[in-house]
């Protein structure tokens, strides 16, 4: 694939495992792994979608996750 094709192509909205977390640490939480990413996912805590043996999340299901488990300080 060329620069240019990278650079037009349209904004990810699945990732897969390793690509969610490589997501969630460019957008500022560093200490994300692939095993906490495994673990919402066991956990039910972001909804997944199963393509043959692999998991893919949602763009959208990552912020709203991310939103949903934003806490405030007091």
């Not at 690509?19 to 996912?41: E, M, N, P």
């Not at 043996?53 to 405030?72: A, G, H, I, M």
């Amino acid at each position: 694939m060329s620069a240019t094709a990278t650079a037009t192509a349209p904004e990810r909205r699945l990732f897969d495992v390793h690509t969610a977390a490589q997501y969630l640490v460019s957008i500022g939480a560093v200490g994300t792994t692939v095993h906490f990413v495994r673990g919402l996912i066991g956990r039910g805590e972001i909804p997944r979608l199963k393509i043959g043996k692999k998991f893919f999340l949602s763009r959208e299901s990552l912020d709203v996750w991310l939103q949903k488990n934003e806490r405030r300080s007091r």
